[in-house]
């Protein structure tokens, strides 16, 4: 091939893998409605308007997207039924607030010691698209993505596993197991009644991701916060099937070309945030922060591990191969893991 051939190619190429994701700017505008239940400031919904932001840059504006944050159009736990039944022609739910609906994926969910966000919305992602597990059968996957691991913030400082002998914290689904295994005292209530709850001292604090530091101003009632990175949450962003299937091929490809950029940009959000807000609860309220020691930090491990075992059980029943999905979100883990 001599010179002028090689360049005639390598322009036909460019030109066809631009064609791919070019989508006339005169064609009929698509419309498309997107529920979230959390406040519109929180990371669910920034992650939601950076995606709407690329899909209607991507597609010319074909498509436009209607964002609906702070439950406005369905709620936490009616998300994946609304988007079932076309309420919402997307919806982002927290997996932790649908029990037993996700018996393979809630694996992320587990106390596996993931340090940031981007290493576990990856591997949630990986493991997501290794097993296309049958639990999401009803809808079309737009992306997934984790919080930040939880750590403890508290009103009275904690650096022992001593400390949380008895004390209340705040805390829901996995993150009150491993509490209570630790000897704590759980205290199931909504994230909006905790600072109030903390203040009248019924709970001394919660376990969760730090980012509520500065995003719901927990470091003016918890100076004292305490690394453990027990667990994350994991979320799903879906789709309604019908709507999914009306699309057209190269909106369709625009959609899933996002799918793990969408998932490693939001948890690469996630961890920057936190840092942010730690930063925050430093210079505004003189916030100090503590880790276990190597010897807690072994013995917290192996008291949670409990908590693997019940997965396990659970996945198996389920006809899941536990032993191997775990054996692949440690694969993936190391992967990603810097």
């Known amino acids: 091939m001599d010179r002028k051939e090689f360049f005639c190619t390598v322009l036909c190429l460019l030109f066809l893998?631009?064609?791919v994701f070019t989508i006339p700017s005169n064609a009929k505008t698509i419309q498309l409605t997107y529920a979230n239940f959390p406040p519109a400031s929180t990371f669910p919904c920034i992650q939601m308007e950076r995606w709407k932001k690329e899909v209607e840059k991507r597609t010319n504006n074909r498509v436009k997207v209607l964002t609906f944050p702070g439950g406005t159009l369905l709620g936490a736990k009616d998300m994946l039924r609304g988007v079932i039944q076309g309420q919402a022609d997307i919806g982002c739910l927290c997996m932790a607030y649908q029990p037993g609906v996700f018996p393979l994926t809630t694996v992320i969910g587990l106390p596996l010691g993931f340090k940031d966000a981007k290493t576990a919305s990856l591997v949630l992602w990986e493991i997501y698209n290794k097993y296309r597990p049958k639990e999401f059968s009803k809808v079309k996957v737009i992306t997934l993505f984790t919080s930040a691991p939880s750590n403890i913030m508290s009103k009275?400082?904690?650096r022992s596993l001593k400390d949380l002998k008895g004390l209340e914290l705040r805390a829901s689904g996995t993150a009150s197991k491993i509490l209570e295994l630790l000897g704590a005292t759980p205290v199931s209530m909504p994230m909006s009644e905790t600072p109030e709850a903390i203040q009248k001292g019924i709970v001394k604090g919660l376990l969760s991701s730090l980012e509520v530091l500065k995003d719901l101003n927990f470091a003016a009632y918890c100076p004292y916060e305490t690394i453990t990175n027990f667990q994350v949450y994991p979320f799903?962003?879906?789709?309604?099937k019908q709507k999914w299937n009306s699309l057209p091929k190269q909106v369709k490809e625009v959609i899933n070309s996002m799918s793990k950029e969408q998932a490693a940009?939001?948890?690469?959000?996630?961890?920057?945030?936190?840092?942010?807000a730690i930063q925050f609860a430093r210079q505004k309220y003189n916030a100090k922060l503590f880790h276990f020691s190597k010897q807690d930090s072994i013995k917290a491990k192996k008291l949670c591990k409990k908590v693997i075992l019940d997965w396990k059980k659970m996945a198996v029943k389920s006809s899941i191969p536990a032993d191997k999905v775990l054996e692949d979100v440690y694969a993936f883990k190391a992967k990603y893991e810097h």
Request: glycine share 4%.
């Open 156 to 158: 009275v400082p904690i």
């Open 17 to 19: 893998a631009t064609a």
């Open 265 to 276: 940009w939001t948890g690469e959000y996630m961890d920057n945030h936190v840092k942010e």
């Open 236 to 240: 799903a962003v879906v789709m309604n």
